[in-house]
């Protein structure tokens, strides 16, 4: 398998030069750790794996120790130790030295209950995606094209693209699958939910039901993109509301789900202000919702919105620092997918799966331009070839031009 550079590369090497502790999180086979051993800019680090017993049981067993070397180190799947957290602490604060430690992990190390070092002032975070469609057609020397709205460049001569084929919103962007050579992708995505169920989910919780656990990650996955309801997720399971944000809790801890905020600046009422919530990756989502074809599947738009999703979150954590990601939506009048604000700026963003658009899919679009003087742009992202500008800011353009 052909190694591709990542585009957070440069983030991560601009916090090593400052900060003595850099944490990577990111879903399971994400490729946090080819990432750490092949990328260029890592190399000549010491790098150990806690999924190695031997190692887990040393740095168990004398945290301090295991810690303790002059060359730069790197330690994967770091949240299976937690003590490693507090002897890095002690570590940093009597010899400061820049880009000593970077942790990687399957979790978010911020959301671990066990974990209760935040390495405050002594760490950056940072969280590697599945991969994004620029990185996956090795894009990274082209400026984001959706970063060209926040600038004074004019947006003009937008050529012609391909539409974005279904198929890649089922692949996703879990290396294994859309890089290697599969012939089955449904084993891989199984072997990876009995993983994380088997191993993951009891590393990190004590959970005695773990095929109700399984239940809710399945109705999560049919509802990817969706407004956030406990309360109805918990019906539809036949689970407690506590327990379900129990395991919703868990799962956003696995960076297998995570959630929207509501962008609450418009001076409107009935605004929803409950978050959104998406799959990590659309491949997954796409597998525990059964789904293998999207031609004719009502849940097609849900997908690539997924799929959209988790190309701008990618984008936005590896090389924009200063934008946000929210949603916008007057409960029974208007929605917007994303509004994607940095700076005095922002711009909406629609999703639509179909390659055609009807004039009404644009209320949603004009009604937040008109209600927000700092926004650039409204976008009809679709699924088609051509961008129209349709003057008053709004735009319709390919998603394959957006996700570029």
């Not at 850099?22 to 399971?28: F, K, L, N, Q, Y």
């Not at 490693?84 to 970077?102: E, P, Q, T, Y």
């Not at 975070?125 to 090795?138: A, D, G, M, V, W």
Request: overall charge neutral; charged content about 20%; proline content about 5%.
């Amino acid at each position: 398998m052909t190694y591709l550079p990542r585009e957070i590369t440069n983030s991560i090497v601009s916090a090593l030069a400052d900060m003595p502790v850099v944490a990577i999180t990111g879903m399971r086979q994400a490729g946090k750790s080819t990432f750490l051993q092949q990328q260029a800019e890592l190399q000549g680090r010491k790098y150990v794996t806690l999924d190695d017993f031997a190692q887990l049981a040393a740095a168990r067993e004398n945290p301090d120790g295991f810690i303790e070397t002059n060359e730069p180190i790197t330690i994967d799947e770091a949240q299976r130790c937690p003590e490693l957290f507090v002897a890095i602490k002690r570590a940093v604060d009597r010899n400061r030295v820049s880009g000593k430690f970077i942790l990687s992990g399957s979790a978010n190390f911020l959301l671990m209950k066990n974990i209760s070092e935040s390495l405050a002032g002594r760490a950056a975070y940072f969280n590697l995606h599945p991969f994004t469609r620029r990185e996956l057609k090795e894009q990274l020397s082209e400026r984001p094209f959706i970063r060209r709205f926040f600038e004074k460049q004019t947006i003009t001569g937008l050529p012609e693209v391909p539409p974005v084929p279904l198929a890649e919103i089922i692949k996703g962007g879990m290396p294994s699958v859309c890089l290697g050579s599969l012939k089955n992708t449904i084993n891989w995505f199984k072997g990876y939910e009995h993983t994380y169920l088997d191993r993951d989910i009891r590393d990190l919780s004590r959970i005695g039901n773990i095929i109700s656990f399984r239940g809710l990650l399945r109705l999560a996955a049919l509802r990817t993109g969706s407004v956030l309801s406990i309360s109805e997720l918990g019906r539809d399971a036949r689970l407690t509301s506590a327990t379900v944000s129990s395991y919703l809790s868990i799962m956003e801890v696995s960076c297998i789900f995570y959630r929207l905020a509501p962008y609450l600046k418009n001076p409107a009422s009935r605004l929803i202000k409950s978050p959104k919530f998406y799959m990590g990756d659309s491949g997954l989502a796409c597998y525990l919702a059964g789904k293998d074809d999207l031609s004719d599947d009502p849940l097609r738009g849900a997908m690539i919105e997924t799929y959209a999703a988790q190309n701008i979150v990618g984008l936005i954590d590896s090389t924009w620092p200063q934008a946000s990601l929210y949603f916008w939506n007057i409960q029974g009048r208007h929605e917007v997918d994303f509004i994607i604000e940095a700076g005095n700026k922002c711009i909406a963003i629609e999703v639509k799966a179909a390659a055609r658009w009807e004039k009404d899919e644009l209320s949603g679009l004009k009604s937040f331009v008109a209600a927000t003087p700092h926004c650039a742009a409204g976008i009809l992202a679709y699924n088609g070839t051509a961008a129209v500008h349709m003057g008053d800011k709004l735009w319709a353009i390919p998603i394959s031009l957006i996700l570029s």
